[in-house]
């Protein structure tokens, strides 16, 4: 990025200069684009106080004036290539596509993917334009990382957000860290908060299958089988009970149903719960100890518990265990999901979910409808719409249309063979992104749009923390700003005020007046610092730690829940694996930046898929061989990386790459409460490549 790109007095921020939010995880670091360097530097955020970034942050403008970079709009011709065309006509095509699938087959025909690597002001302004098109279909991508965490904290605790803040989990005395792997994929929370913490004594409980970059600081690591982890916390549980690490104090005063709890942990045998999640009793029983008889013990929680088909009731189990522990409203303690891309938790709170309006209102609740349509002008749709994975599922046939902004859907949903085929049955698919992703080559328009550094707005962060993000160019070409292009096709396909050209401070004061969360924020408020949800009005700048006297829903106690075993969907034959999916600390989701960025692929590349050494030596598989990894779902090539760091019966593929393409593998069975699709957990069978009669197939 050059100097004579930087951004003009028109890049409607108020103050011009150019500090910005990382684009990449929920961490939310502070990042700004350095003229010495040519590369970003870390400026001192509320969250990296010291202006440290990771690699991914250092690498955040590598990719910002990239050859691939999209720069005009596209259209498919007739003979089915894309080409060039104006804004006019591309914006035409997408205007007279809607209007006829409308028509012909009503709006719940429409479907819309809102993405968390949006700001808050793009996420809100395109659910408010599916609503008042007449449909709920809107749903972002944190559908498939933390919908299920959402759902559990939600149902029990009244918010489904980090109960505590990045800051005060140092004080924890024990950190549970339970299907996540924060050292490498947020890893300024990991190296500025939870090292420093276990340098100074803390104790690290890790459960992951693998052991992996966190692992190497774990003072217990419980490598279960993936989908169990169930059986591992139930028995978790009852070993507090068992040995009297329960908080008596905070279970009388905060907790319910505790005496039916006990008496449901009596039918649980410790011994074969651990044996069903494949670790040894006596390590489950040490790791239980250190969590129930340190005075703080925080729990992380990452997508290795929530994509599963009980990823909710995973979740459930761990907050059961949070509950005995005495580990909530207190500092240094509670219950934090990890989020992923940097505005996951935002995208969820400005409303673009199909069954809730901004603020976590439910659609069905009259009285919030009828609070949106005074400041929108009409009411939204009572009916709860479609999730992402159903809507992909009714592609071609109840979805006629999809506008999909910011997303690579073709990569991320699970099973993408089928997701390939059903994109081609649409009659309509809108996409608009920064690059030629893999769900552009099935796109009939293609809207040129705007990298975070091109974009004002805000974004909030894993902690609940609102924070502003400012443009250090403008987009290249004929690319615009999404906030732009949501304005005018809303100007173009609604009769609803308030998608005129509109500026991200004006859209986020709109914001501000329908949702709760967000009351009371502002634009000027929030200046170089953040501003915390909730935010009453007495708050400095939001509340810190969640559940001090009551629950979010004003209760003052907390159910302790049964939570019956699950199996994974996908039944593992004799001669197959169980592959399981995760982040590496230089790339991110989809990989469709990160693989373009020069820094990171030359930091690290890993796309092989890591084995067992006793089942590589049963398929004669030998290090750096060509491996083919496949079930009826899909097949894909990989390099073997023979390694003890997964558990035998295991194996591990990172979901960063075009090839392999490890969604091609994961099936369909969804979650029932929070329809995440069962990521972790997908039978394969693994064979060194050319000894198969398949091989000649692909
Ligand atoms: Fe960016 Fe996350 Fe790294 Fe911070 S930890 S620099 S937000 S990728």
Redesign the pocket.
Known sequence: MSGGERASEDDRTSSGDQKS?????????G?RYSEDTGKAV?WRAP??QRGE??????A?YDVVDHDERLTRPLVRGEDGELVASSWDEALNRVESGVRRISEAHGEEALAFFASSGCTNEENYLLQKLARALGTNNVDNCARLCHSSTVAAMSDRFGTGAMTNTIRDLPEADALLVAGANPAEQ????FSSYVAPAVKQGATLIHIDPRENATTRHADHHLALRPGYDIPLLNAMCKVLVEEGLVDDEFVEARVEGFDEFEDWLAGIAIDSAAEKAGVEESALRSAARAYGEADRSAAFTGMGMSQHRCGTANVHALLNLALLGGNVGKRGAGVNPLRGK?NVQGAGDVGALPDVLPGYRAVTDAEAREEVADEWGFEPPAEPGLTEVEMTHRFGDEIRGAYVVGENIAATEPNANRVARELDDLDLLVVQDIFPTETVRHADVVLPASSWAEKAGTVTNTDRQVQRMRPATAPPGEARRDLDIICELGARLTDAGGFEDRAPSEVFAEMTRINPLYAGMSYEGIGEGSQRWPFPEDADSGVEILHRETFGDGSKRATLEPVEDVDPADEVGEDQLVLTTGRILSH?NSGAVTRRSGILTRLRSDDALQIHPDDAAERNVEEGDVVVVENDRGRVEATADVTPAVRPGTAFLTFHFAEPLVNRLTGDELDPVAKIPEYKHSAVSVRVSGTGESDDES
């Not at 970034?53 to 250092?58: A, R």
């Not at 947020?186 to 929370?189: A, E, F, S």
């Open positions: 939010i990382c684009p990449f995880c929920g961490v939310g670091c990042v870390g969250v990296n970034l990771c690699p991914k942050g250092v955040a947020h890893p300024i929370i940097n991110f």
